[in-house]
């Protein structure tokens, strides 16, 4: 099946939904890691950290490239 494409062909939008996406991963695996943590299982809890921090890393340069988009845009 193919995923319907976006209606908005906007580079920009598309740095936003991924940054969105990232950051939102980022909190999301901190419910699962406390879950694993609770249920005793630190093996799951550490994997869930390693994918959290690679969340975390691309939600801060998606940061950085969209302020510096738009401050490219101001100028």
Same mark, same amino acid.
């Given at each position: 099946m193919n995923e319907p494409q976006s209606p908005v062909v906007d580079k920009n939008y598309n #740095? *936003?939904? *991924? #940054?969105?996406?990232? #950051?939102r991963n *980022?909190? !999301?695996l901190e @419910?699962?890691? @406390?879950?694993?943590e609770?249920?005793?299982d630190s093996e799951l809890a550490d994997w869930?950290?390693?994918i959290q921090h690679n969340s975390r890393k691309a939600g801060e340069q998606?940061? !950085?490239m969209l302020a510096q988009r738009l401050q490219q845009e101001e100028t």
């Open positions: #740095l *936003v939904c *991924v #940054l969105e996406a990232s #950051l *980022v909190w !999301q @419910t699962y890691i @406390t879950d694993a609770q249920g005793g869930f950290r390693k998606g940061k !950085q």
